[in-house]
């Protein structure tokens, strides 16, 4: 190890990669050149680099179709390392067929709040489920060639304010919590990459944090580089100095060849920035991207294999929340079945936001039912209510021309959907100011008027033959949260159209007012009609079994913005109450990113999470409709009775800039089970279509306590299982929540199998971690010297600061779920 003259302390490969470099080479290499492309150095052989978003799939810098993976909370809710791993090839393949060797996956920032924008992006509210299923994912990743990115550093929870926010976090809740999942990325994933949060945490920013950034280093060995957030680092040489390798995107504003002035001129060291550099080019050489020329062409890879993984990763996915005896449904005995709800017809498949991707195909509820029972059950078909923000844009095929500021196309080419988004001009030809055109042809099914929506960042309008029906460069809309925060308000504007008469359809935009984001969304709809709740009541009425469909979609649940409330949006709620109160055989189907408040949880009759599942979500809904899969997830967040009752109520989303971190180590099911809070769903919990007998369970102390436990399935079909460990301290010496998660394994097994599961728990499984007390102990001596108390005949002596097992008896359980526990042990070390 080795510190510089500017203090900054590394243990890198220092200088190996960077020998030979001109100081202006290695400078800019610390930025990108563009949106997702790191600088090339030819005559060292260095080529470009792309990055692609994730995490739910790899977007690709020109948004080509790819494969849409369920979102993290739905790999959350599977509790199946193996199946991340399988997740995470798909992924790391897919960003090969972008061209990029690094992709900006996992989020692993914890479900503080049920109401944060990005929950439906990130795993768990635990820290070891969210860094093991992490962990897994990460190494399917890059057994590709891929660097996965660990994603945000830390104690990014909330979005309001989410360029400035400060998380005030004690030390002890951060170790316990928020960090663990990264140094579970780092130890056991070998995480190649890991971004900085835009957030500040105890007033410093997140790229600027020399005392985390070193504990990513020092303390857990990370060997990759440290990326920025997107536009976020605010300073050059604090920045450097604390660690962070790379700023994104480019051309540079803090780093390239401001850092090359800043040795210069003596505020940096020239090795500082060789070590930066070191890292960023062991990372490429590692993953083999140094043996590409460039990034590869950008392409479409639709394959039957990855299908088949995002098929099984929504499946296991799915929480079955309750169930009378109405699923699976019986679907011989069925004549019809009304599919009801504002969701029924849309495929919401991911959250808003980054990790938006355009998907090889989107499939809705409705039409999975009817592709796969229509044939022999009548199928129906009502929204009951309307939740639509943004119009719902058009998959069609389009001609899309682009042209530079004298008007001269300089590129065309073919888009299949009417939400444009352009993180950059998408040709250097056209030049700082552009314009693009869209045309295609729609078809109405129906007679009727039509709404046609515009959401614009730059200056656009729509027309519909030739006539211009909506306005955003006359009549500008003012700004909102939408397009990641760089969007307009909707403008709508109506027009009359025939059913089977086709009609052009044409987008106009220019990056007029847009200096970083370009984009539009153009959504078109028929108006819907005033008597929506009666129609889907009727609907549920005569039919044989009702399937509802409701939930949220990505204009509720977005990056950029949180939820203000838990409640399902619209009329909701009241169309699930009369659907289940006129058929019983009715299952309530929730399609949303995060928990929500279910009022009417207990009437109804079957209750099934499917969350945002990705492209093959509404497949894997009518396998486990009709029992052909079992519903293979459990809640990795609890769902609260009322926003009242979460743990970070009255500090969330946080005021002035300050998000404080008050309930501390109580987060997430810690709070509800240590203060013994009735929840309407608890962690952990999802039943199976079987049942499973979890046997007594023995145990062997040695240097781990083993504990080993009989699982059989004493039911009449396949089905699956999770079964959870949690340990409980008894009468711990210092505040620890009642019981932690601290391993799981899930197993699938047919009628009458058992098999035999193993969990090791070594110390971390019991310890806490000890703050630094050295200002306790300055104050205890203080106070001696005062003689305020009579000082002690032997002086207490202060904990080391660290992980800490506290000598005692501890409790170790094996459930079902963080209340269903089927055996208790115990366990004195
Ligand atoms: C998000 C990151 C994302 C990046 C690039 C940021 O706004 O916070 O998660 O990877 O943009 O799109």
Redesign the pocket.
């Known amino acids: 190890m080795k510190s510089d003259a500017t203090g900054r302390v590394d243990d890198a490969p220092t200088g190996v990669f960077a020998q030979g470099m001109s100081l202006e080479d290695k400078a800019a290499l610390t930025a990108g050149t563009d949106?997702w492309t790191t600088a090339a150095v030819p005559a060292h052989g260095i080529p470009a680099v792309r990055m692609t978003?994730?995490p739910a799939g790899a977007r690709g810098p020109n948004r080509s179709p790819s494969v849409a993976l369920p979102s993290g909370i739905a790999l959350g809710a599977t509790w199946d390392r193996q199946l991340m791993v399988e997740v995470g090839e798909v992924l790391g393949h897919q960003s090969r067929t972008k061209g990029a060797r690094v992709v900006?996956?996992p989020?692993v920032n914890l479900h503080r709040s049920p109401l944060g924008g990005?929950t439906f992006?990130s795993f768990s509210e635990d820290p070891l489920l969210t860094g093991q299923l992490a962990a897994a994912l990460i190494r399917g990743v890059q057994s590709q060639g891929v660097a996965a990115?660990v994603?945000?550093f830390v104690a990014n929870e909330a979005e309001t304010d989410?360029f400035v926010s400060n998380s005030v976090v004690d030390e002890r809740t951060l170790r316990e919590l928020y960090l663990l999942p990264f140094e579970i990325a780092v130890k056991d994933g070998r995480v190649q990459a890991l971004?900085t949060?835009?957030n500040r945490v105890n007033g410093v920013w997140c790229g600027e944090h020399r005392e985390l950034l070193s504990i990513l280093r020092e303390e857990w060995g990370f060997e990759g580089f440290v990326v920025s957030?997107?536009?976020?680092v605010g300073s050059t040489v604090d920045s450097i100095l604390a660690g962070l390798d790379i700023e994104?995107?480019g051309p540079a504003r803090t780093f390239g060849s401001h850092l090359a002035d800043a040795v210069r001129d003596g505020r940096v060291s020239e090795e500082t920035i060789d070590a930066a550099v070191s890292r960023l080019l062991s990372v490429f050489e590692r993953i083999g991207a140094l043996d590409d020329d460039a990034p590869g062409e950008e392409v479409s890879v639709d394959l039957p294999d990855h299908r088949a993984i995002a098929r099984r990763a929504a499946q296991g996915s799915m929480v079955l929340l309750r169930n009378e005896s109405v699923l699976p449904f019986d679907v011989d005995s069925l004549r019809t079945i009304a599919v009801v709800g504002p969701n029924a017809d849309q495929a919401q498949i991911m959250g808003g936001?980054?990790?938006t991707l355009e998907p090889h195909y989107r499939v809705s509820p409705l039409e999975a039912i009817r592709r796969r029972l229509g044939d022999r059950v009548e199928v129906t078909h009502e929204p009951g209510c309307d939740t639509t923000v943004t119009l719902p844009s058009l998959d069609i095929d389009l001609d899309e021309a682009f042209f530079d500021s004298d008007g001269n196309e300089v590129l065309r080419r073919k888009a299949s959907t009417t939400r444009f988004l352009y993180?950059g001009p998408p040709s250097e030809e056209l030049g700082d100011r552009w314009s693009m055109t869209a045309t295609g042809v729609f078809t109405p099914t129906d007679d009727g008027v039509y709404e046609i929506g515009l959401v614009q960042s730059g200056r656009g309008r729509v027309l519909i033959d030739g006539e211009v029906v909506v306005d955003g460069v006359a009549n500008p809309p003012p700004p909102s949260t939408r397009i990641?925060g760089f969007g307009s308000d909707q403008i709508i504007g109506r027009v009359a159209l025939k059913a089977g008469v086709s009609v052009e359809i044409k987008v106009d935009l220019s990056n007029e007012s847009a200096p970083i984001l370009v984009g539009a969304v153009v959504g078109v709809r028929r108006k819907p009609a005033d008597d929506l709740l009666s129609r889907a009541i009727d609907a549920a009425t005569k039919a044989d079994a009702v399937v509802v469909v409701v939930g949220t979609n990505d204009d509720w649940e977005s990056?950029?913005y949180d939820r203000t409330s838990l409640n399902l949006p619209g009329d909701q709620d009241e169309l699930v109450r009369r659907i289940c109160a006129a058929n019983p055989n009715t299952a309530v189907v929730l399609n949303a990113g995060s928990p929500l408040d279910l009022p009417w949880a207990e009437d109804a009759p079957a209750l099934l999470e499917i969350w945002f599942g990705g492209q093959e979500m509404s497949d894997a809904l009518v396998d486990v409709l009709t029992g052909e899969a079992d519903p293979g997830g459990r809640l990795p967040s609890t769902f609260p009775l009322r926003i009242e009752h979460t743990p970070a109520f009255g500090n969330f989303p946080g005021e002035n800039g300050e998000v404080r971190y008050g309930e501390g180590l109580l987060m997430g099911y810690r709070w509800y089970d240590s203060r013994q809070l009735e929840v309407a769903f608890p962690f952990g919990h999802g039943l199976s279509y079987t049942e499973f007998e979890i046997g007594l369970p023995s145990m062997t102390i040695g240097q781990t306590v083993v504990v080993e436990t009989e699982v059989t399935n004493i039911g009449d079909r396949r089905g699956v299982e999770v079964i959870q460990l949690y340990v409980e301290p008894v009468d711990p010496d210092v505040m620890r929540p009642r019981k932690e998660l601290k391993g799981f394994e899930k197993v699938e097994l047919g009628p009458g199998e058992s098999t035999v599961v193993e969990f090791v728990l070594d110390v971390r499984a019991f310890a806490y971690w000890q703050p630094d007390g050295t200002d306790y102990g300055a104050a205890k001596e203080r106070q001696a010297s005062m003689q305020i108390s009579a000082a002690p005949d032997e002086p207490e002596e202060l904990k080391p600061t660290g992980w800490t097992v506290d000598p005692g008896k501890y409790r170790v359980h094996l459930g079902r779920s963080i209340s269903d526990i089927s055996h208790t042990v115990e366990v004195t070390l």
């Open positions: 949106m978003d994730g900006l996956a989020t990005r992006e990115t994603k945000h989410r971004m949060g835009y957030d997107w536009y976020a994104m995107p936001g980054s990790a993180f990641l990056e950029g």
